[in-house]
């Protein structure tokens, strides 16, 4: 046998034979004992599992899994059986140990996730103390209250807060500035207040209202607001019928005033011509009083 090729035949056979290798690049102190579609740099780099690439001094040092990506010193360090992670940063994912489908991206992101899956930590130290599934952080610290916070499992996101109430897909901290704001059809909008039929309330049981509650009739308390709070759309519907029928209060009261400027007008022609009679028969008294 040609010399050559059986140095090529020695160089593949025995690292199947005698650890489970192939299709493995490596380089390294003490890399990778036991893998195959692989590839490993840096001292330790490495264990077991297939379709790996880790690069970096002790990346990847004990795992078995594989679909693993780990970029850097000490990253994914502790994985033993989390699959397809993808850890790029030094000591990205440290402690991770069978978290699967994770990307960490940033020195020391997810650095104390053990267990938890499928997480995205964008930054330095990113989601550094998080342990939970399914949550993204896009932070350049270790902030437990990241600039963006996300459950992938319940589709929801904060800014600036990990606090967001059931129902809600968006929770923003603090105060919020937008040059437009649009708010989809809302249902029972109050056009229905100008239809024939529709029953305007009674201005002196508005007033009622007014001095008994204190507030208008179907409008949340000062008290109310500070507590809950209150949905646009929904306040907007209503304040819009009251200013609906406010606009119905102000026709019906101005279709009276301009009757009542009509028999004034009426009135004051009536008086001028009265008037003028007046003065023609104080004239011919007059006139009567000259002759006798």
Request: charged share 20%; net charge neutral; aromatic share 14%.
């Amino acid at each position: 046998m040609d010399s050559k090729l059986f140095k090529v035949l020695i160089a593949f056979i025995l690292p199947i034979l005698f650890y489970g290798q192939y299709g493995i690049t490596y380089y390294g102190y003490n890399v990778a004992t036991a893998s195959y579609n692989s590839s490993y740099f840096g001292e330790d780099a490495g264990s077991y599992g297939y379709s790996n690439s880790f690069f970096g001094n002790r990346s990847g040092d004990v795992n078995y899994a594989s679909g693993g990506t780990f970029v850097g010193a000490n990253s994914g360090q502790n994985n033993t059986n989390g699959y397809d992670n993808t850890f790029i940063g030094r000591t990205s994912g440290y402690y991770n140990t069978t978290g699967e489908r994770n990307v960490f991206l940033g020195s020391s992101a997810g650095y104390n996730n053990l267990t938890g899956s499928n997480s995205i930590f964008i930054g330095f130290k990113a989601g550094y103390s998080e342990t939970a599934s399914n949550r993204l952080y896009i932070e350049n610290s270790d902030s437990p209250t990241p600039l963006v916070y996300g459950k992938f499992d319940t589709d929801q996101i904060g800014l600036n807060t990990t606090n967001i109430p059931t129902g809600y897909t968006l929770a923003v901290k603090d105060k919020i500035i937008t040059e437009e704001l649009k708010i989809r059809t809302y249902a029972n909008w109050p056009d229905y207040v100008f239809e024939n039929g529709y029953q305007m309330p009674d201005l002196s049981e508005v007033e009622k209202y007014i001095q008994a509650k204190g507030h208008l009739k179907d409008i949340p308390t000062a008290e109310e607001v500070r507590k809950n709070g209150f949905l646009i759309g929904d306040m907007n519907t209503r304040l819009l019928k009251k200013i609906e029928e406010l606009t119905l209060y102000t026709i019906a009261q101005q279709k009276a005033l301009e009757e009542q400027k009509q028999k004034n007008w009426n009135l004051e022609k009536k008086y001028k011509e009265l008037e003028k009679r007046l003065g023609s028969l104080e004239e011919s008294i007059k006139n009567l009083t000259i002759k006798k």
